[in-house]
């Protein structure tokens, strides 16, 4: 069994940043994919940047502002130059195979 829990959120102005992070228990090998999902208000749940054997990914919005990375089991997300559409919940989460394991979400709002 594999827990996530995220940390790392809040309230920003435009243009400031943040760093989340998830923690991982449980074992999770490198070649487990890992990812950053966001939530916004009456949206659905997209993927914003994964990680996986090394081979990080993002979504083009956030290209050149985010950056995805891993330490053993920890994720983290560093997000530059924020904006007001950067604001949801942000998710961690990790699978293989039939496995696959959500965290309770982290909340972050961008101020225009």
């Known amino acids: 069994q594999v827990q996530l829990v995220e940390s790392g959120g809040g309230s920003v102005p435009a243009g400031g940043s943040l760093r989340l992070s998830c923690v991982a228990s449980?074992?999770?090998?490198?070649?487990?994919?890992m990812a950053w999902y966001r939530q916004a208000p009456g949206k659905s749940r997209d993927l914003v940047a994964s990680f996986q054997s090394g081979v990080t990914r993002y979504e083009d919005s956030v290209k050149g502002r985010f950056t995805i990375s891993r330490d053993k089991n920890t994720l983290y997300l560093q997000m530059n130059s924020l904006n007001s559409e950067d604001t949801g919940v942000y998710y961690c989460?990790?699978?293989?195979?039939?496995?696959?394991?959500w965290g309770q979400g982290t909340q972050v709002t961008v101020s225009s």
């Open positions: 449980g074992s999770i090998d490198n070649y487990w994919f």
């Open positions: 989460y990790t699978g293989w195979q039939r496995k696959e394991y």
